[in-house]
């Protein structure tokens, strides 16, 4: 079987390589265009171009899909390079580009996407950060026969993953990443087989998991304690939650919860657990803090080179 595989981050790498790894042709990647990062803002290829490149795998990056957008030529020339690569099936993972009718047509075995959720839960850009932010119990992994909408295909295998309390965005997501390389080849081999059935996602249980936006960094001790933990966790590693000593912008990547009750936002204590701060209802013991410059460093030995003290006041914005 010829795959085309279109994808973008580590997630969709894992699954490229996974796809390889199983000695499945793989006669074109499509992939993001490079794009600026680090300090110095040189361009990067994205984890799946790697991936390519490393095993001599064709790779096109082309910046639209859409024949009726604001780039159609270089869109007619993406799906002139489908229709002359020959192949079987696309599969999709994180892409990040829209795949308008036009191209879903072009594969004879159609476009097959890994979402990492359970569908119709958590459909969208961002569905691990939501399900931890949201104190889901369970996630997991659908692959989807791709269709117009948004995630709305039909699905073809899921599996479970439990959410632990620890879990973070990071944690979860290489968890699932692997599932999902492991369910492709499943997938893809059950299709060679005329077994892979289709069933259509219930109409009942729909919810959207919007793009992380750097803006809800910013925590608002207002709220629970419990709620604020899972955004530490949610949005970590991007865009990591954020407070304001004074004016210096912290970034907090794991904390606590304690019943301790205080005025939202307040230093209560300071001690070789970590830094506690009221909520909104009870308290964040705050574990693992970094500076701006810094590195992330427990809360005992960040403190030996940024000084807070009981009573001060932290606030989400500044």
Not at 165 to 187: K, N, S, W
Not at 280 to 308: C, D, H, I, M, Y
């Amino acid at each position: 079987m010829k795959v085309i595989f279109a994808g973008t981050p580590e997630f969709a790498a894992t699954a490229l390589a996974a796809l390889h790894g199983a000695g499945f042709t793989i006669p074109l990647v499509l992939t993001q265009p490079d794009r600026p990062a680090g300090r110095g803002m040189q361009l990067h290829p994205s984890p799946v171009k790697q991936f390519a490149l490393q095993h001599q795998i064709p790779v096109a990056q082309p910046v639209s899909l859409r024949l009726d957008g604001k780039f159609p030529e270089a869109a007619a020339q993406a799906h002139a390079l489908l229709r002359d690569t020959p192949h079987d099936v696309m599969v999709v993972a994180a892409y990040g580009l829209i795949l308008p009718t036009t191209v879903l047509q072009i594969p004879r075995m159609g476009c097959i996407n890994i979402h990492a959720s359970l569908l119709p839960r958590w459909r969208g850009a961002a569905p691990i950060h939501r399900a931890i932010e949201a104190g889901d119990a369970e996630t997991g992994i659908t692959i989807m026969q791709m269709d117009e909408g948004l995630d709305t295909g039909a699905m073809l295998l899921t599996e479970h993953e439990s959410i632990s309390p620890q879990d973070t965005t990071a944690a979860l997501h290489d968890r699932l990443a692997h599932m999902g390389g492991r369910m492709i080849v499943e997938a893809l081999r059950s299709l060679e087989q005329g077994k892979l059935q289709a069933t259509p996602q219930p109409a009942e249980g729909i919810t959207y998991a919007a793009k992380i936006s750097k803006d809800e960094a910013a925590l608002d001790f207002q709220l629970p304690a419990s709620v604020l933990l899972r955004r530490i966790r949610a949005f970590n590693p991007f865009p990591g939650a954020v407070v304001h000593a004074a004016d210096v912008a912290l970034k907090i990547w794991d904390a606590q919860l304690s019943e301790a009750q205080g005025k939202p936002g307040q230093v209560l204590a300071i001690d070789q657990s970590g830094i506690t701060v009221a909520c909104g209802e009870a308290s964040l013991v705050l574990t693992q803090l970094q500076k701006p410059g810094g590195k992330r460093l427990a809360a005992n030995l960040f403190l030996q080179g940024f000084a807070l003290d009981v009573g001060q006041q932290l606030i989400g914005k500044a």
